[in-house]
């Protein structure tokens, strides 16, 4: 907050470069995983993960209340390469289980069609080669600044309106209201909707929080993240112009809506996906002071590479004049720096949680890291196979980091996502 106001810039073109490129790379084909990339271990570990979670219960108790256990149509806004298939149809109906055989909540037999679609030729393309072998699977061009199209509207309806990753960060407010208000209209009378945007008040981009006009909150982006390993062209990254977002502009969107349309689309749960580990973190591309924690956390799941657990310290925390967020980073960064401490004096030697200076007064979601990581610690000690440090301590450090944060966040803005699970209500 404290940096002077810049000139906003505006970019009239939609990222069609780089999505073409990054299909071209490769970014779009099925998983890869690992340290760099579209598919690297936050994504997977982390943001892939805690969606999937937090859509569970809403959309099991969706399912249990469809008649006769019909099959369930998908729309997917901004689809890609159709990655909200794999998501949506690879929840898993519990958090843990030992056994083999995994099973999920709606899996494929029960989907009757995924249609995704998107503006980009390429993706869809891509898209359509990924999933060749799934008949309900199908893709079509469409522009959303536009709404829904015929293709759409005047066909039946949906159960379940997804997006992922930011896609519908690419309309304006006025497209996305437009975008929901169609929905309200066509879906099924308690469909499901999951609206995904960038969060405004990331760690990664503070020039943009105190945004106050329309225009301001219409900021540069880039997909410069893609690009660090050569795998694309060796030109600057294309800057396209996205919409940041705050939780309490999607509750005023849907107010709007419904004084529009007369129909109540409400807000079951929205929340801050990616704190502190964005993917400009790494870049620092819109926030030069900022710790590179992605690729340090990548690097907590690498199997036989150990980590530097200091180097996963936060020494700074954002200035800001907006009272809610400077409480939000202040606890938020004590939080994660006291797990990772805690864990560096356990693999020294023996340290009780409650031993902790100030452990009375953590709060329930860092007690709940600081127990589960001394636990990790007790159970692998008489184990000499395998580097039990880099291959379990540390995946299990980044866990609890990750669900310590999910359970910290309160949907404001403040991870690089900022995901809504949204519910029609109208009579049939
Ligand atoms: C970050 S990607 C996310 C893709 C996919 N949902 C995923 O999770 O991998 C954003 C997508 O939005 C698409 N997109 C951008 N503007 C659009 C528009 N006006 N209408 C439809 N799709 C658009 C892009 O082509 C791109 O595929």
């Not at 939609?14 to 490129?21: F, H, L, M, R, W």
């Not at 999933?131 to 509207?153: C, I, P, Q, S, T």
């Not at 379990?392 to 690089?416: A, D, F, K, T, V």
Request: overall charge positive; aromatic content about 12%.
């Amino acid at each position: 907050m404290s940096e002077r106001r810049r000139p906003v810039k505006r970019h009239k073109n939609t990222g069609t470069k780089t999505y073409s490129e990054t299909v071209l790379g490769g970014y779009y084909d099925k998983y890869v995983g690992g340290l760099f990339g579209k598919f690297d271990n936050v994504r997977v570990y982390w943001e892939d993960q805690i969606t999937k979670y937090t859509l569970r219960p809403y959309l099991k108790r969706y399912l249990a209340a469809v008649q006769d256990r019909r099959k369930v149509r998908i729309l997917d806004l901004g689809c890609g390469s159709g990655q909200g298939y794999e998501q949506l149809s690879k929840i898993g109906k519990r958090d843990v289980s030992l056994a083999l055989k995994d099973s999920f909540i709606l899996p494929a037999e029960r989907i009757s069609l995924y249609f995704g679609v998107d503006i980009s030729e390429e993706m869809l393309e891509k898209g359509r080669e990924n999933y060749a072998d799934k008949r309900e699977v199908v893709f079509r061009k469409m522009d959303l600044r536009n709404g829904l199209d015929e293709r759409v509207v005047g066909k039946r309806p949906y159960d379940i309106y997804f997006s992922s990753y930011a896609a519908l960060s690419h309309l304006d407010y006025g497209q996305a209201r437009k975008l929901v208000s169609d929905i309200a209209k066509h879906s099924a009378p308690h469909a499901l909707l999951v609206l995904d945007f960038l969060g405004r008040y990331s760690i990664e981009w503070p020039r943009y929080w105190d945004a106050k006009s329309e225009d301001q909150k219409m900021r540069e982006y880039s997909m410069s993240y893609l690009y660090t390993n050569g795998a694309l062209s060796e030109e600057e990254p294309e800057k396209f112009t996205l919409r940041f977002w705050t939780g309490d502009e999607i509750a005023g969107l849907c107010e709007e809506v419904r004084k529009e349309s007369g129909i109540s689309v409400r807000p079951l749960e929205v929340f801050d996906r990616s704190v502190f580990v964005g993917r400009h973190v790494d870049t620092r591309e819109y926030n030069k002071w900022v710790k590179p924690l992605r690729k340090r956390v990548n690097r907590l799941h690498e199997d036989y590479m150990r980590t530097n657990l200091q180097s996963l310290i936060i020494d700074r925390v954002p200035e800001t004049s907006i009272e809610q967020l400077r409480r939000f980073y202040e606890k938020g960064i004590f939080s994660w720096n006291t797990v990772i401490k805690f864990t560096g004096m356990r693999l020294k030697g023996r340290i009780y949680p409650t031993e902790m200076k100030g452990w009375s007064k953590f709060s329930p979601a860092l007690q709940q890291a600081i127990l589960n990581m001394d636990r990790v610690v007790d159970s692998v000690l008489w184990m000499s196979i395998g580097d039990p440090r880099a291959n379990i301590i540390e995946p299990q450090l980044s866990y609890s980091l990750r669900n310590m944060l999910n359970n910290m966040q309160c949907g404001m803005g403040c991870g690089h996502g900022l995901v809504a699970i949204l519910q029609v209500r109208k009579r049939k």
